[in-house]
């Protein structure tokens, strides 16, 4: 009848309609070369319409094709074409209901599209059920972003860390663990192909439960019910093994809570997983990288590093606007990522539990005046990122993840309009404001701890950063200033904390320090950056000072809506003092003549400014 391709990426179905006598097990595959291929043959049976072909662009395997090889005898034969080195033993036929289902462990088929993993309005999506008729995956269905997939080769390392902290196949491995609880059945004849995700097993692992299936599953917001409490998530276009449905599993085993889960199909297609637990506020969906698994868990015995060992840290960022109501937002990672989503009626958390740095003042760039301009990061120490941004009610929230597992696709749609943003709330205004602290500066090093800022050669912006803060610090203290640092040490600060700690020291003045970089390695030179009318004069002072004293490319001031700028309600500006993208600048950043020179025109700036406004 049809080939088609699970958005799973990792399943080819092959849907075959009558009697096949075609079996597996004696199916006789045959290897030839030029180009590197197999095939089987299909005997007795005859292909509906033209022969179909699926394309797969970035993987070892790049081609399946279907064919009538010959009508007497009737005989379909399945061509399988794959990279040179690629192991075929990779690839398993499943035989389901007659139907053949090729598998082929990843990365075997890789495209550069997404796994709807997370959907508030499944009806929409267009992979939502899987429907005879041959699918070829044409690149503009793909919403590819720009180059990030490719040249990691530790990608496939990395998929194997995550596959193992969800597969259910190590259960029957010596790695020392023990699994108390299990409940699963080997892949049955019972598999409807009009499902999209098929849960054959779920089990007790990593201190939660585990939900293992085939295809590719989508789960829709979770939710809590009453008497007695229990956690509800559904998975639509799901169908549940029927051996396993109903039975209950406790969460744990060996004693410590009395949480017990169970798995039922609550509609024809759709699989309800109900935890019935007193905190079922605590419990959260953590998604596999393949889209093929989930781990339910409490929160409070989540510890990413038991869960999966890579790290991953945010590539790129991109947004889109995608229709006056819809607006979409790729990360990019380095390495595979493994994610939960969170709603709620007025936020969103995205939490990235590999990820362990990220370079904000990027992302921020990226989400300004977008409709993710409300996003914060914040490293959580043996958590990883907590992405949280506001959202409205009646927004709805889709989340993908690419097949390579190394980018994520945040998609937000408002039902209504959207209201022109309030100018203040009024609980700004409710306590009057002290003045600030005369002749008093908060300097802000950059970046710190696992955000490392940018990095080349080994040189890391955070360490140069805190090197000028600490000189600027030094050079006004000996004048008499008071000085006040958002951070003193190599340590992680979040950019509201920056904003909060400055609030709090009440400052005249605040000076952020950074060193740019750039993809190109050309540019270079000095720029000093502000966001509202009052800091700009500040802003001019100090990049004048910094051009009278270094001889190096003015870039100028520029108005930008940089975090710590944007939320620091006294004259604020963010210096970028050179490029460590560009190699004679680099080489020049990390001299005790330049590091001197920069401070010194850094703090003459900000005395000219504050002697000018006394
Ligand atoms: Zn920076």
Redesign the pocket.
């Known amino acids: 009848m049809s080939l088609s391709y699970d958005d799973s990426a990792s399943l080819v179905f092959i849907n075959i309609e009558g009697q096949s006598d075609f079996d597996v097990s004696s199916a006789k595959c045959v290897r030839l070369n030029n180009p590197n291929r197999i095939y089987f043959d299909i005997n007795n049976s005859v292909l509906i319409g033209a022969k179909q072909q699926l394309v797969f662009e970035k993987s070892n395997i790049k081609e399946i094709r279907l064919a009538q090889f010959s009508t007497e005898p009737n005989v379909v034969r399945v061509v399988v074409t794959f990279d040179e080195g690629f192991d075929t033993s990779k690839i398993k036929l499943l035989n389901v209901n007659g139907n053949i289902i090729i598998k082929a462990d990843s990365p075997a088929f890789i495209n550069d599209y997404f796994n709807v993993i997370y959907d508030e309005n499944p009806a929409l999506n267009p992979y939502s059920s899987i429907v005879a008729g041959s699918q070829v995956i044409q690149k503009t269905q793909m919403n590819t972003p720009q180059n990030f997939s490719s040249q990691n080769k530790n990608t496939s390392a990395v998929m194997n860390d995550i596959y193992k902290a969800f597969s259910s196949s190590t259960l029957n491995t010596n790695d020392g663990k023990t699994y108390d609880s299990v409940i699963s059945i080997d892949l049955s004849s019972d598999l409807k192909l009009r499902t999209k995700y098929f849960i054959n097993g779920y089990y007790i692992k990593n201190g939660g439960l585990l939900v293992s299936g085939l295809g590719q599953m989508t789960s829709t917001k979770v939710f809590t019910l009453d008497s007695p409490k229990r956690v509800v998530i559904d998975l639509p276009n799901t169908y549940v093994d029927k051996k396993i449905r109903n039975k209950e599993l406790s969460i744990c085993p060996n004693g410590g809570c009395t949480d017990v889960a169970k798995i039922g199909q609550f509609e024809y297609n759709r699989a309800r997983i109900v935890v019935t637990t007193d905190k079922p506020e605590k419990y959260i969906p953590i998604y596999s990288a393949d889209a093929q698994s989930m781990l339910l868990i409490n929160a409070d015995k989540l510890n990413h590093t038991t869960l999966v060992s890579s790290v991953a840290n945010i590539q790129k960022a991109y947004t889109k606007k995608l229709t006056t109501k819809s607006n979409e937002l790729i990360l990019s990672f380095t390495t595979p990522v493994v994610h939960s989503i969170i709603r709620n009626d007025d936020y969103l958390t995205l939490y990235l539990f590999n990820v362990k740095s990220y370079n904000e ?1 990027d992302l921020i760039k990226t989400f300004n005046g977008t409709a993710f301009k409300s996003m914060t990061l914040s490293l959580l120490p043996s958590i990883g990122v907590k992405a949280e941004m506001k959202i409205k009610k009646d927004d709805v929230i889709q989340v993908a993840q690419s097949v390579d597992g190394r980018a994520i696709r945040l998609t937000v749609s408002s039902v209504k309009e959207t209201k022109p943003e309030d100018k203040k709330s009024s609980s700004d205004v409710v306590e009057p404001k002290k003045p600030p602290i005369k002749n008093k500066v908060v300097i802000d090093p ?2 710190g701890g696992t955000d490392y ?2 990095i080349r050669e080994g040189i890391n ?1 955070k360490d140069i950063t805190m090197d000028l803060s600490q000189r600027v610090a030094s050079i006004l203290k000996s004048k008499g200033y008071k000085v006040a640092m958002t951070r003193t040490e190599d340590v992680y600060v979040g950019l509201q904390d920056r904003c909060d700690y400055t609030e709090a020291e009440n400052p005249q003045i605040f000076v952020s320090v ?2 740019n970089s750039a993809v190109a390695t050309e540019p270079y030179g000095i720029e000093t950056h502000y966001y509202h009318e009052p800091s700009k004069e500040l802003a001019e002072v100090i990049q004048k000072h910094l051009i009278k004293n270094i001889n190096t490319k003015d870039r100028g001031i520029l108005k930008s809506k940089f975090y710590v700028i944007n939320h620091t309600e006294v004259p604020a500006v963010l210096v970028e003092t050179g490029f460590l993208s560009n190699s004679d600048e680099r080489a020049e950043l990390i001299t005790e003549k330049r590091k001197q020179a920069t401070a010194k025109a850094i703090a003459e700036g900000i005395i000219e400014y504050l002697k000018a406004h006394k």
């Open positions: 003042p950059g970046h800022g940018a912006e950074h060193v």
